[in-house]
């Protein structure tokens, strides 16, 4: 497998579904694969990340030029609780994609949250003196927040890793990641989910012939980019 800064490197495909190709792929991927260990009962848990962006947004304006190589930064809680808190870089290299995430405690994030990267020098994690020169060199700051609920599904076979994100919301100009009550818009006009289907180097045989029966084109927008898109940003 490729590696980046000795990141194992992995194939993303995106596609923008409607709720009944959902409710037809899971009836046909429940049999072959198995639950995310993350997910409740239902096999949904909630995602809430924070995305920052440069003074001049250029995270978002490199994703919507399609530059080959570009990052993102976020912070990442889950199920609304401060007890797993990820800063994370995710990378695009062409048509590969690669992950940094490192655990840090809540006020470290709040730090971050609120422009000040101080606490980042005494880290030794190199995503850590990423985001400390980003936000020294380039301002980067919190852009918006995204929201959404995530079910998954994976296959150890090339790490396969296939997610329905639903309930795609926007907190708008809010940074407040730990705020429950929260304010958030969703941002589909029409009734639409988001399939992501992650996998290491091939898409089992099987997998590819159940994706083939997808109407629905692959998307290159990114539920960062959907989440911006009442700032009256073009895209």
């Given at each position: ?9 992995r ?22 694969m198995?639950l ?15 995305y ?14 399609g ?24 990378s ?9 995430s ?23 994690h ?20 995204v ?53 290491d ?35």
């Amino acid at each position: 497998m490729p590696t980046i800064r000795n990141i194992p490197l992995r194939h993303e495909l995106k596609y923008l579904i409607t709720p009944a190709e959902l409710t037809v792929l899971r009836g046909v991927l429940k049999p072959v694969m198995q639950l995310d260990p993350n997910g409740d009962e239902r096999n949904e848990y909630h995602i809430r990340s924070l995305y920052f962006d440069t003074i001049n947004d250029d995270f978002f304006q490199e994703k919507v030029s399609g530059v080959g190589n570009r990052k993102k930064y976020r912070i990442r809680i889950y199920n609304f609780s401060d007890r797993v808190i990820k800063l994370e870089c995710k990378s695009k290299y062409g048509d590969l994609i690669s992950k940094q995430s490192v655990s840090i405690p809540r006020d470290l994030a709040e730090q971050l949250i609120a422009g000040d990267p101080e606490g980042l020098q005494r880290m030794r994690h190199p995503l850590f003196h990423d985001v400390f020169r980003e936000m020294r060199t380039r301002l980067m700051r919190p852009a918006v927040i995204v929201d959404y609920v995530r079910e998954a599904y994976i296959h150890p076979a090339e790490e396969v890793r296939i997610t329905f994100d639903k309930q795609l919301r926007t907190g708008l100009y809010a940074t407040d990641i730990f705020d429950r009550s929260l304010p958030t818009y969703p941002v589909f006009d029409d009734p639409c989910e988001v399939l992501e289907v992650k996998y290491d180097e091939f898409l089992p045989t099987y997998l590819q012939a159940i994706l083939s029966g997808i109407t629905a084109q692959r998307s290159a927008v990114s539920k960062y980019t959907w989440c911006r898109r009442y700032e009256n940003k073009e895209f």
